[in-house]
Nanobody, 128 residues
Framework: QVQLVESGGGSVQAGGSLRLSCAASGYTYSSYCMGWFRQAPGKEREGVAA???????IYLDSLKGRFTISQDRAKHTMYLQMNTLKPEDTAMYYC??????????????????????WGQGTQVTVSS
């Protein structure tokens, strides 16, 4: 049973930082992709960043330079460092995993379709 557990969310003031973690368990695949998504009330879930098993990353263009995705494959953990947070970053943040090698274009990893597993989410609230 694959499980993804997010942590690190919270409430911060604009300009602050948070580091989200996603701990994965229950699988033995050596190839997998992971991604971060967010969903604000009344809005669709959007891809924030994704990382492939060779370390290649892709980001939502508007977040480049503020958010950084990384992973520690030995710990089966993915991270999202979020700096200079803005009120519009307020959302529930979800991690997702796709097991097995990914052959498609990287931009598709910012959509929900490639992913097999999802976490329950962690809330991020940024106040002005």
């Amino acid at each position: 049973q694959v499980q993804l557990v997010e942590s690190g969310g919270g409430s911060v003031q604009a300009g602050g930082s948070l580091r989200l973690s996603c701990a994965a368990s229950g699988y033995t695949y050596s190839s997998y992709c992971m991604g971060w998504f967010r969903q604000a009330p009344g809005k669709e879930r959007e891809g924030v960043a994704a990382i492939q098993d060779d370390g290649r990353t892709i980001y939502l263009d508007s977040l480049k330079g503020r958010f950084t995705i990384s992973q520690d494959r030995a710990k089966h953990t993915m991270y999202l460092q979020m700096n200079t947070l803005k009120p519009e970053d307020t959302a529930m943040y979800y991690c997702a995993a796709r097991l097995g090698y990914y052959y498609g274009p990287s931009y598709v990893l910012l959509t929900t379709s490639p992913y097999n597993y999802w976490g329950q989410g962690t809330q991020v609230t940024v106040s002005s």
